[in-house]
């Protein structure tokens, strides 16, 4: 009984302690979510101040928290990234990137030159080629993806009408 008490005498420490971690946590990530969980903290906190039992002040805080990250992070975060620029970059700017075969394509080695001027090793798409489907020089591709410092490549797909429709008796 003595432990119990001496833990509810002393939970504001624990709250501060909590508050000041996830506001830490917080600056590392900027996500909101760990800002968002100390104000649950700061609501725990200020019912230990107001006398309420320690369960209560876990649900208050728990409470609090939850519905804060459910209802106020996420137009905080549309809000924070409404200006940023969409534009892929890096690797991503590569994929669908059109090229030329360089040396011949195969599923394991190859070279392509591809339209902004950088070569790169590739290797044929096993998604979309059979073990004996080699691209020569020569042949256009699409970049599918990149595969540490290797591009994914396949031939564009042929551009095919749609099949006509067979008359109905």
């Excluded at 996420?74 to 940023?84: D, F, M, N, V, Y």
Aim: cysteine-free; proline content about 7%; charged content about 20%.
């Amino acid at each position: 009984m003595e432990l119990i008490q001496t833990i509810e005498q002393w939970a504001w420490i624990g709250w501060l302690v909590l508050i000041l971690v996830f506001l830490v946590i917080e600056m590392l990530t900027l996500d909101f979510t760990f800002l968002m969980l100390s104000i649950g903290g700061l609501a725990g906190l200020g019912a230990d101040l107001l006398g309420a039992p320690i369960w209560l002040q876990v649900i208050i805080a728990a409470a609090a928290g939850a519905v804060l990250i459910l209802f106020l992070r996420p137009p905080l975060l549309r809000r924070l990234r409404r200006g940023e620029d969409t534009t892929p970059s890096n690797v991503d700017r590569l994929i669908g990137l059109s090229g030329t075969v360089v040396s011949t394509v195969g599923l394991h080695t190859g070279q392509v030159k591809l339209a902004n001027g950088d070569v790169w090793t590739a290797r044929a798409d096993s998604r979309h080629s059979a073990e004996s489907d080699d691209l020569e020089p020569g042949t256009r591709v699409l970049v599918s993806r990149i595969d540490g410092a290797t591009a994914i490549v396949r031939t564009p797909e042929p551009l095919t009408p749609p099949a006509p429709e067979e008359p109905r008796l």
